[in-house]
């Protein structure tokens, strides 16, 4: 298979019992003060609660980090000594120890990568669509165990397959075919639904699992229909207008100043994909971010900010180790994407606190950085990456 977060009251003296309106005076000064105090505890607590909802109390993510420490210098004379393309971000116990762009984002404009560059993620953005389906469960509009049959009666063993099944790829379904123009994202899930077929292995199960990315533009559809918004209207709700996010979706981000070009490895020759190819990844990955966007996304994702319970979207039909986006061992998580010239790879654990992600704009399968990545983390933290 592949591997791709008291205060006692003061002792009143008898005499002061003996003057009651020194006593009554005292009394209602401490009413008034007490109600100050629980306002201001209401309007501190009211403070924390919405700022909790966003990034803002992580650090600055924008900013160059030069290599601070042994394992964030080896990662970045080996980024280096392999010409890695793109930007990589180092964190250890919520501590920025690198942060750094590597070669050019438009070689043209003579533009380098840097922390503000944005990389289309690719499949890593899966997590977006499954923390969409942890909100609408949390609503009481899904279940984890609805099927797929109240959506999608039409696709094969409909009536079999659970949301969960959807959200671990054990449904048993591939798409072969793929649409050729696109209209609209609930269309181009119509027409995943008409053309998914049984892929062998065993729903419900992680018995012959393969990565089918038609399970979460299934998923994307039923989440447009159970709340009658687009898709990217509710990625738009959650994780910019709440999150802060800052996340941009195709095709807006193919006209960012800050988009890194995808380069073949080794030339300044672009790389670039048709129109539909971006389109059609609906729910499945056409979204952009920045390394520190996404780390603050897993951050907020694994402290609950954004589900009740991260862990309900966690859960493993073993011995598959996918689910919401995430390939999980133990307590670490690795996150891993390829589109067109992108690569995308992410390992995090200890509520998102540790982390190595590096997006890159120069990608094939000669030329990965998943296992440099994989290596960085273990050293930095001590634990084994899948």
Known sequence: MLKRTDL????????????????????????????????????????REAKDVSASSEPNLDKTVAADGKVAKKLNQTLEDNHFSGTALVVKNGKVLLHEGY????????????????????????????????????AGKLSYDSKLSDYYPNVP??????????????????????PEEYSNDMANVDFSAANAESSGGVIGTGDGW??????????AGIL????????????????????????????????AANLANAYQVGTDSERDVTTVEYQRETGTGNVAMTTGQLYQLYRLFFTNKLTKNHQDLLVQHL?????????????????????????????????????????????????????????AFSQLTGKEAP
């Open 8 to 47: 006692f009251p003061a002792k009143v003296k008898v005499r002061w019992v003996k003057r009651p309106s020194l006593y009554f005076l005292l009394f209602g000064i401490a009413i008034v003060g007490f109600g100050t105090v629980t306002v201001a505890s209401q309007s501190h607590g009211q403070h």
């Open 103 to 138: 070669g050019k984002a438009n070689v043209q404009k003579k533009r380098s990568n840097n922390p503000k560059t944005t990389f289309p993620i690719a499949s890593t953005a899966k997590i977006l669509t499954a923390i969409l389906v942890g909100q609408s469960v949390d």
């Open 157 to 178: 063993n409909a009536d079999q397959i659970t949301i969960r099944d959807l959200l671990t790829m054990t449904s048993g379904l591939k798409q072969s075919k793929q």
């Open 210 to 219: 393969s990565y089918q990315p038609v399970n979460y533009r299934l998923l």
């Open 224 to 255: 447009m229909k159970v709340t009658g918004k687009s898709y990217q209207e509710l990625c738009q709700q959650t994780f910019n207008h709440n999150a802060k996010l800052g996340v941009s979706y195709y095709p807006a981000f193919k006209q």
């Open 319 to 375: 011995p598959a180790h996918y689910a919401s986006g995430l390939y999980g061992y133990g307590s670490v998580y690795e996150g891993h994407g390829i589109f067109s010239g992108y690569e995308s790879n992410v390992v995090v654990s200890n509520q998102g606190k540790d982390a190595v992600i590096l997006l890159s704009n120069q990608y094939d399968k000669e030329h990965s950085f998943q296992k440099v990545g994989q290596e």
